[in-house]
């Protein structure tokens, strides 16, 4: 299909962790228009699930790859972009980025402008882990922000959705776990996973 640059706006980017593959999606029509390989975050440092948009654009030299596109993920910087290690396409690889071989990331960087919204997904914290990490204060991530998101739903959390796990949170854990007659602590495990609804993958 001939895909034009002439309706920058006209797209949406569904990016799959689990079949490291971005989508590109017209979405008057909402049918898929492009298939692009990425490469996608480590289990030590995974790509951020949910649902962005692109705040800004760059072109970049060719050392660290020659476009980027960065999202507005409140807990880091985030983005899609090229990479000068086209070997890692197709892996979990990146710091939490999306990347894209540099022919790709120039073709989508046409395509796309400011506001476009980006969903990642890929199971709430990734589908090829199954089991979730304690939290601490401290952490932040897709699965912090998760965690804020349901406790705010039942009413114990009312600070920034942010995927920061910081003081407010702390105590409004404590608080839920007293509540309902949890372990006294202020970490987030598998009872307080539980207790909020949040199945492990197996």
């Not at 290690?85 to 796309?112: Q, T």
């Not at 400011?114 to 304690?134: A, E, S």
Request: hydrophobic share 30%.
């Amino acid at each position: 299909m001939n895909i034009s640059s002439k309706n920058i706006n006209k797209y949406n980017i569904l990016i799959d962790l689990n079949e490291q593959s971005l989508y590109l999606i017209d979405k008057n029509k909402n049918s898929i228009v492009k298939t692009y390989s990425i490469a996608s975050g480590k289990p030590s440092s995974p790509s951020p699930i949910g649902t962005w948009t692109i705040i800004s654009k760059g072109k970049w030299g060719e050392g660290f790859g020659t476009r980027w596109m960065g999202l507005n993920v409140p807990w880091g910087k985030y983005g899609i972009h090229g990479t000068n290690r086209p070997s890692s396409v197709g892996s979990y690889a990146s710091h939490g980025c999306i990347r894209m071989f540099n022919k790709d990331v120039e073709e989508l960087y046409s395509l796309v402008g400011y506001g476009t919204t980006v969903v990642i997904y890929g199971g709430p914290f990734h589908m090829f882990l199954n089991k979730f990490r304690t939290l601490s204060p401290g952490d932040s991530g897709s699965d912090v922000f998760q965690v804020q998101r349901l406790m705010k739903n039942i009413g114990y959390y009312d600070g920034a959705l942010d995927g920061k796990y910081g003081e407010v949170m702390k105590a409004q854990v404590i608080k839920y776990r007293k509540d309902k007659n949890l372990t006294l602590k202020h970490y987030i495990d598998k009872e307080f996973y539980n207790s909020i609804g949040i199945k492990a993958f197996e």
